[in-house]
């Protein structure tokens, strides 16, 4: 969850790690802190609570010269957030950043502390710094044979990347769950856990296996397989341009975000819709046609946003595809046992690949009889596509605002492209695959206006901002889409939020109803219309304020305010429908000054269970 840089280069190190942990702080920004050995072979370290801008702050006061050193900042699991908390943690000669959970940490630190080591922290990477100093004093091996040692002994999801005073020309990584990549340059060379973080010094990048060891030193890298075996990792050229990680002229990276989804959903349409009525995956192997074609049952398993899509694809695999499809949270699929119907497919999704319940539950499935199982995601590196019989990218972009936007809406896309799919394939009813296509293509320009109306928007917005607790109402495909706005207002403007099915208002939230508690409608052109205009009567007679977002018009009620939006397909409705909840959560948010892009407590990437 947190953020790790690192570097051996032949320049003076110290603006290059602020500067690039800077860039990955939307992965942990509780504290922050940079460990050097500068050229009289001292250790340099810096740490401090907050953002980034702190170890700025405190780093520009220190003349530091040095060619090698680390970087991180946290994402609090092991230990609240203090100073002797943060990241780099130091045993005499040994430096470590590290990101993930040592489960057995408890069990270790009583070892080391009975060894004679005195902790300074409560953090379970203090462990890890201290048992390789213990190894290296045990045996005098060298610090890859060090670490290999501890790695034995340690339990859990992690990557970490160290360093040793006494041998200050090399630094170490190690992957074990949570991801790091090397970035290659001209006689220096760099370590990350995103590539966004390296993306202003090199294209040039190596991922690491699960497993990998790897001695990066400024000329030369060795990587080392978990069986020890010396092997060559492939070399990726990145076309991720640096100027997408900066905010141009948006005030967040969440409002550049919202505002790209049209861009992002052509780049996922791009080259896949041919003919009239068919759907192509370049990425997708042939043998997955047979799965698919085979598939009589889907079960989806996602987190957070994704698992909100997830919720919206059920209704479109079993209303157009009449495939029965489960879905469920990936941190309880895994901690039960499961009965797997026949001839079912298992589909993961998620943004960043990396998300460690998720991929606990693509491991745990395999041992399930699936017929196989496909990874929607939107990084081809990640450890979901690498370990998936087949996946799909939904080439979403950079996206760096914890709240994700383009994600979900291009997750959605690639899911109702899937449905399509699969639909040709059975051969069950091209009309309907015919009409997924058409609306599909019209769907990036219908997204330009509502971004269009955000004035309306940001007018509610202003009026809500001060409120305390919301509802929000969908039925049918917008339930999730009600789920998924009340998401985006608690990650960002804090605000308590519940999602209901329209229907099961009167079943113990229509007590909740009064003056004080605004209820946000979706209730757009569709067979459900005359049953949610019952909702919105049952509101407004009990003193309730609704905000009805409709492309419809409707008979005046007291306390109650429409959204009028454009028209949209209804096959497209969920997709459309969530863009003015993000600018609604987003403009609140604004208005309330709130940290939006770096929500306390959030991380982007959750590597940790």
Known sequence: ??????????????????????????????????????????????????????????????????????????????????????????????????????????????????KGYIFSSDTDTEVIAHLLHWEQNKKKDSLKKVIQNSIKQLDGNYSMVVMDKNNPSKLIAARSGSPLIIGLGIEENFIASDQIALLHVTKRFIYLEEGDIAIVKKKEINIFNKDNFFIKRKEIISNTEYKSVKKGKYRHYMEKEIYEQPTSILNTLKNRLKNKNKVYFSELALEANDVFYNTENIQIVACGTSYNAAMVAKHWFESLANIPCDVEIASEFSSRKLTVRKKSLLITLSQSGETADTLLALRYSKKLGYLGNLTICNMESSSLVKESDFYILTKAGLEIGVASTKSFTTQLTVLLMLVAKIINLKKENNNISQKIVQTLNLLPMRIEKILKKNYII?????????????????????????????????????????AYPSGELKHGPLALIDK????????????????NKKNIKEICSRGGLIYVFSDQEFDHEDNMNVIKLPYVEELIAPIFYIIPLQLLAYYIALKKGKEIDQPRHLAKSVTVE
């Open 1 to 114: 969850m947190c953020g790790i840089v690192a570097a051996v280069t032949q320049r003076n190190i110290a603006d290059f790690l602020i500067d690039s942990i800077k860039k990955l702080e939307y992965r942990g920004y509780d504290s922050s802190g940079l460990a050097v050995i500068d050229n009289k072979n001292n250790i340099i370290r810096i740490r401090c609570v907050g953002k980034v801008n702190e170890l700025i702050k405190k780093t520009n006061k220190k003349k530091i010269l040095g060619n090698i050193g680390v970087a991180h900042t946290r994402w609090a699991t092991h230990g609240k957030v203090s100073k002797e908390n943060t990241h780099p943690h130091i045993s005499s000669n040994i430096i470590v950043v590290h990101n993930g959970i040592i489960e057995n940490n408890s069990v270790l630190r009583l070892f080391l502390q009975k």
């Open 458 to 498: 940001k007018s509610v917005a202003n009026i809500l901002a001060n409120k305390k607790n919301m509802l929000y109402l969908g039925r049918g495909n917008q339930y999730p889409i009600a789920m998924e706005g009340a998401l985006k207002l608690k990650e960002i403007a804090y605000i308590h939020a519940e």
């Open 516 to 531: 004080n508690i605004p209820v946000i409608m979706i209730a757009p052109k569709n067979s459900l219309l005359e049953k």
